[in-house]
């Protein structure tokens, strides 16, 4: 297997991470290789080789719970050299290789990462993470089994990162490896082990580590020096000791106690310079991180997830970065050997717990305490009596008993309350407290006040969300997420794109605060009716006629939704759709836009109305008029360069509103063609999906109509039955005059929004209203077509009949609400409308698939008349006079290839008695029989035409 092979294991697309600009590619599958060949020219590239969840946003990599199949599990194995000069790691990669391959469980390929080797644990199958318990179990999974290879490997004396995980990153094959001066490549070194099933690693499981951060924020007065931890702390004491055998994990736990201390910015600098790699820039980044989220890694994870050897019991620390905080004793020697204080300084709190412990624990130091206050001014007694105050609070802390009304500037909170422990202020935003040492020891968890504003449900699906306020750059920033994401720490993150400011080193306690929020808060917190699609609620229509407050909560609607507007001049507009209604092509496709509310009250079908004629014929501009009913058109029109998902998406937040798709021509048939599309939204429903949470994804479903536009017909001559029923094709030139067609661009770009909220009130207060009014209409209509039509003697109307019927009922409703034609007028001119579309429909109409593959076959045996002489090779059969025996085989090949089903023209020809039928034993017919050509008995198919033989061509 080489690299491009390689990424044929791979899923149908794969997420690229390049560094150090930190940059993410979602690349199909088909293009990784050249993409990381070029890419890895100049930067270092990483992929894993599980697929994530296809709404990932494209910027993000994703985590462990955005994995929603497994391809493979990789250990990732440093070696001793010019960049990693860590003594405990293995000497070369022969030795990483053979000391893999000696484990019960080998890997089934190695790759070189330049430095290093990973191997790679290929499953037999993927497998599906689509449910939360089979994610849970692959993680622990190769977290046990990470674990052993970690143990196994100190046995050897080797220290290996602790980097297993399903979502991490790995060095790219076909790349570049740039870590030194001189780039190294990464490749495949081999593939030709065993393959796996999730269970063959059933042995090696292990829960989910405990939390591995605790918030913490230092006070300068009541911590010492980072000198403290490095005396205390047998870990950290490896980077002063043994700095060439850190490795990175460790360094950065190091780094996220050490910095948070007053001189720690300044000791870790000095301490990592002695590693022979030190980059100050780098270390002086990983600062500023640990600073900024202060949580540092806890002494559990450094055990549990780092293998360090921390003493029996532990150091009776949580992190090492306590041992740096003084003692009670310590801070009260501090200020002791201050000479004097002032009044405040006397009765700040944090004097008064330092003398109500030496009260109790150190009388002589209390002693000389009260001498230094004697100093400030404060008269001892009061004093006494401020200690004793402050004593008795401590019994029951403040911040655990009393709840403030929250006051944020800017918003209106209803008198929700702080949640015991938390406080909340555009100043420092969400703070809590707790005690360290028997000192309240106050944390920021978030440096922006966040606030619970709203709960959602969703009037389709049940289901709740929540909307969160929070103030960013000095303005309040709205956030609607489903509860299930808010109330998890591990989705949470992900909010940080929209502004909130969460990170993984958060995300566990702001889940607590968003908890203790809403129990404390829970009657106070408005609820509110949501919606993720527009149209049809009941007899309300959203967002146009609502009965109470509706908001919207769906993700997909982020661009449509503040598209239904209205924006500049109504009379404009009116007179501009009074000029383009004079023709049948444009009125067709503006009454195509208004009959698209009306679909579900009428209980019809989906309308899938395709217009189609040369270029410059003013298709868009009138395209892009018929959506300026509803709203912005740049906004609501797409086309057809989209994938099935993204159009699935589309016409489901549209729900009862019309699909515009533009420009048919540039849509890639070999992707996604236009069959598809016809199938696929005119059954008014998605695929579906498996959820990456488990379970499955809310298929999305809409009945409205589809208009498109293009330079050529949406089925052709090989078209299935199916898509001709289903498209509605109209052919004609909808704008003569091309200046004005220009015009009509700007007027729908400027003026939009106002004829659709009109539209649906007059259906609301008037149509629907009166019982039986809109189906009677429609009845009417639909019967005066066809009985007009019938009287031209033009045949069967069609199976378009019905849709027109609505098209028109809907020009005629458009007429009487928007431009104030009586009932007569507009009755006649929406019948005219109708009767020019069935005209325009009967020319076009095609024959059935079934005729279609005769008149091929009638032409493919012509073509081919030479090839039914027995004396050449290939033979297709005989001719009679009467009668083409064609091999069985040749035909089918020949239909196929042309894009027919063999076995539907074949049961067609029998019936319309194209071909001859023959008994068979059992009292049945066949379509074959057996002809001897060339010498041998050969099945064939007797085709009912007549050659004239002598003749250079026959009928």
Not at 309 to 326: I, M, Q, R
Not at 355 to 374: D, E
Not at 555 to 560: A, S
Not at 921 to 933: D, F, H, L, V
Request: glycine share 8%; proline share 4%; aromatic share 10%.
């Amino acid at each position: 297997m080489d690299d491009r092979e390689f990424y044929k294991l791979f899923g149908d697309e794969v997420i690229i991470t390049t560094l150090p600009d930190r940059k993410h590619f979602r690349v199909p599958a088909a293009e990784v290789y050249d993409r990381v060949v070029e890419i890895g020219k100049s930067r270092n590239v990483y992929i894993n080789p599980n697929t994530r969840r296809a709404d990932l946003p494209p910027h993000l990599r994703g985590e462990d719970d955005d994995v929603e199949t497994l391809i493979a599990f990789v250990a990732d194995i440093d070696v001793h050299g010019p960049a990693h000069k860590e003594t405990e790691l293995p000497p070369d990669k022969d030795s990483a290789m053979a000391f893999l391959d000696d484990m019960k469980i080998k890997p089934t390929g190695f790759v070189n990462s330049g430095y290093g080797i990973y191997g790679y644990y290929l499953f037999e199958e993927p497998v599906s993470l689509a449910d939360d318990d089979t994610r849970e179990r692959a993680k622990g999974l190769l977290r046990g089994f990470g674990k052993l290879l970690i143990s196994e490997a100190s046995k050897r004396g080797w220290k290996l990162d602790n980097v297993y995980n399903i979502s991490h990153m790995f060095r790219a094959p076909g790349s570049l490896n740039h870590k030194l001066d001189e780039p190294v490549p990464c490749g495949v070194l081999s593939f030709d082990g065993p393959r796996y099933t999730l269970e063959d690693f059933a042995g090696y499981y292990e829960n989910s580590p405990s939390s591995d951060r605790e918030p913490f924020e230092a006070d300068p007065e009541t911590t010492g020096s980072a000198n403290r931890i490095m005396e205390r702390c047998a870990f950290v004491q490896k980077l002063k000791n043994h700095p060439n055998s850190v490795t990175e994990p460790e360094w950065k736990a190091m780094c996220d106690n050490i910095s948070l201390v007053p001189d720690g910015a300044e000791l870790f600098h000095e301490w990592s310079a002695l590693y022979d790699g030190y980059s100050e820039e780098e270390t002086e980044r990983k600062i500023q991180r640990s600073q900024k989220v202060k949580r540092p890694v806890t002494c559990l994870y450094i055990r549990e997830n780092l293998c360090f050897d921390c003493p029996a019991g532990g150091c009776g620390v949580k992190a090492p970065v306590v041992h740096a905080l003084l003692s009670l004793h310590e801070q009260l020697e501090i200020l002791l050997a201050k000479k004097k204080i002032d009044g405040d300084e006397a009765l700040d709190d944090r004097t008064l717990r330092l003398a109500g412990y030496a009260k109790v624990k150190a009388p002589a130091l209390y002693a000389r305490l009260k001498q230094l206050i004697k100093t400030s001014g404060v008269g001892i007694r009061d004093f006494e009596h401020a200690v004793k105050f402050t004593a008795d609070k401590a019994i029951e802390p403040e911040f655990d008993s009393m709840q403030a009304e929250i006051n944020l500037d800017g918003i209106d909170l209803n008198g929700a309350v702080e949640p015991a422990g938390y406080q909340i202020s555009i100043e420092e935003g969400i703070c809590s407290t707790s005690y360290i040492n028997g000192v309240p020891i106050k944390v920021s968890l978030c440096h922006q006040p966040v606030v619970i504003t709203a709960r959602l449900e969703n009037i389709d699906s049940g289901m709740e969300m929540m909307e969160l306020a929070f103030m960013r750059n000095g303005k309040w920033k709205t956030l609607r997420a489903p509860r299930s994401n808010l109330f998890n720490k591990t989705s949470l993150v992900k909010y940080a794109d929209s502004g909130l400011l969460v990170s993984s080193d958060n995300s566990e306690g702001m889940v607590r605060y968003f908890t203790d929020y809403e129990t404390e808060n829970g009657g106070v917190i408005p609820f509110i009716r949501s919606v993720s699609r527009i149209g049809w609620i009941g007899k309300e229509f959203y967002p146009y006629v609502t009965e109470g407050e509706i908001v919207f909560d769906g993700d997909d609607g982020e661009e449509i939704l503040p598209a239904l507007t209205a924006k500049g001049d109504f009379e404009v507009w009116l007179e501009t759709a009074k000029v383009l209604r004079e023709s049948a092509v444009s009125r067709a496709m503006l009454a195509g836009s208004f009959v698209s509310p009306m679909l579900s009250p009428l209980q019809n079908r989906i309308i899938n109305i395709h217009f189609w004629y040369a270029s410059g014929s003013g298709k868009t501009a009138m395209l892009k008029f018929s959506l300026s009913v509803w709203g912005n058109p740049l906004k609501l029109m797409g086309n057809f360069n989209s994938t099935a998902v993204g159009l699935e998406r589309r016409a489901g937040t549209l729900k009862h509103l019309p699909l515009g798709l533009d420009e048919l021509q540039v849509l890639n048939e070999k992707r996604l063609s236009s069959s598809t599309i016809v199938y696929s939204l005119g059954n008014g429903y998605g695929k579906t999906r498996g959820s990456k949470n488990g379970g499955l994804q809310e298929v999305p479903t809409w009945l409205n109509s589809i208009i498109s536009t293009g330079e050529q017909p949406i089925t052709n001559e090989t078209s299935m039955d199916g898509i001709n029923t289903r498209v509605l094709e109209v052919y004609g030139q909808p704008i003569e005059d091309m200046e004005y067609g220009r015009y009509v661009h700007q007027v729908s770009e400027d003026n939009y929004g106002f004829a659709g909220e009109k539209f649906v009130r007059y259906l609301v207060e008037k149509a629907m209203p009166v019982k039986g009014k809109l189906s009677g209409d429609y009845t009417k209509i639909r019967s005066e077509l066809k009985k007009s039509f019938e009287m031209l003697d033009l045949g069967d109307p069609g199976a378009h009949l019905d849709n027109i019927a609505a098209i028109t009922l809907a020009d005629k409703y458009s007429s009487e609400c928007l431009f104030s034609m009586s009932d007569e007028d507009a009755i006649a001119e929406a019948l005219e409308l109708g009767m020019t579309l069935l005209h325009n429909c009967k020319s076009l109409e095609k024959e059935d698939s079934v005729d279609r593959a005769w008149h091929f076959v009638e032409g493919w045996v012509a073509e081919n008349k030479n090839r039914f002489d027995t004396a050449v090779s290939p033979c297709y059969g005989k001719i009679d006079k009467h009668h083409v025996f064609v091999i069985a085989s040749v035909l089918r090949e020949a239909l196929e290839d042309s894009g027919f089903i063999y076995t539907k023209c074949i049961k067609g020809f029998h019936d319309r008695e194209y071909i001859e039928s023959f008994s068979n034993s059992e009292g049945g017919n066949n379509n074959q029989t057996q002809k001897r050509i060339q010498g041998v008995n050969t099945r064939v198919v007797c085709l009912k035409i007549d050659v004239d033989t002598e003749a250079e061509e026959f009928l």
